[in-house]
């Protein structure tokens, strides 16, 4: 890691890894913000209709996984830019 890191530097790109950085972290605001909404209005809808709290609750995974996936996209996309640019 520390080898990478130097021939990094040793290359002038020393913005790159701040850019993967940074674009990781604004990546995880917004599926932040969703996973957190998904979960209140499944409290929401349980407290609502607690006969249906096993067809809510399977939504509620389905939902959490899918707003899950921007962030390992938001990731990837970050890799890609930083090693084949």
Known sequence: ?????????AAGNVGKPIALGVG??????GPGIGVGYI???VIESVT???????EITSIQWL??????????YAFIFGLIAFFLS
């Open 1 to 9: 890691m520390l080898t990478a890191i130097t021939h990094v530097i």
């Open 24 to 29: 990781a972290g604004l990546g995880t605001i």
């Open 63 to 72: 939902g959490f996984a899918l707003t899950e996936a921007i962030v390992f």
């Open 39 to 41: 979960f209140g209005k």
């Open 48 to 54: 609502r209709q607690p006969e249906m709290r096993d």
